[in-house]
């Protein structure tokens, strides 16, 4: 991913410190059956941080998508649909579409998993379960190989003609006078 973009690596090992984080915290969080109110809440917000940076990074690569493979592309695309169902409660509280309008419960854990330490959000019909979705994270990012970056960014900037670059013309003034 250097290749591509040093921010886009940065953030990534960034959303991957979070994972990381967040499923030690799950761990200890949920024991006995029982759940530690304080890291519960640690979890939710950080979690919502983590769903925010993984989806901007998948937004990104997606964005530029003559700088990746297509098998990469197909990977984040997936990725991004996946997280997508909760980054627009998450960011806008209000559901994805044309309605806009706002959540009721979506930002709120679903169900609990006491057994797997897991915890899941219900959005329509759709449920997502925190680990599975940080693992399908961590399975895109190791599957990405160096031949999987055709281009850096700001190559990929260069490629378009001149004709697609809108400059302004400077005019001469004459401060003097």
């Not at 591509?4 to 990534?12: A, E, H, K, L, T």
């Not at 979506?106 to 019909?125: C, H, I, Y």
């Not at 979705?133 to 160096?146: A, G």
């Amino acid at each position: 991913m250097m290749r591509f973009s040093v921010y886009s690596q940065i953030q990534i090992e960034i959303v991957q410190n979070l994972s990381v984080e967040l499923v030690q915290n799950l761990d200890q969080a949920i024991q006995d059956d029982q759940i530690d109110g304080q890291t519960f809440q640690f979890i939710y917000g950080r979690f919502w941080l983590w769903v925010l940076g993984a989806y901007e990074v998948t937004r990104t690569m997606s964005e530029y998508k003559n700088c990746f493979s297509g098998c990469l592309n197909t990977a984040v695309l997936t990725f991004k649909r996946s997280v997508s169902i909760l980054r627009i409660p998450f960011a806008k509280q209000q559901f994805q579409g044309k309605e806009n309008r706002p959540i009721n419960g979506e930002a709120s854990v679903w169900r609990f998993d006491l057994v797997k330490k897991d915890l899941s959000f219900k959005v329509g019909d759709k449920v997502v379960w925190m680990r599975a979705l940080i693992e399908e994270f961590e399975c895109l990012v190791r599957s990405i190989k160096p031949e999987d970056v055709l281009l850096g960014l700001r190559a990929s900037k260069t490629l378009c003609s001149a004709a697609d670059i809108n400059i302004p013309k400077l005019e001469a003034k004459d401060d003097l006078g």
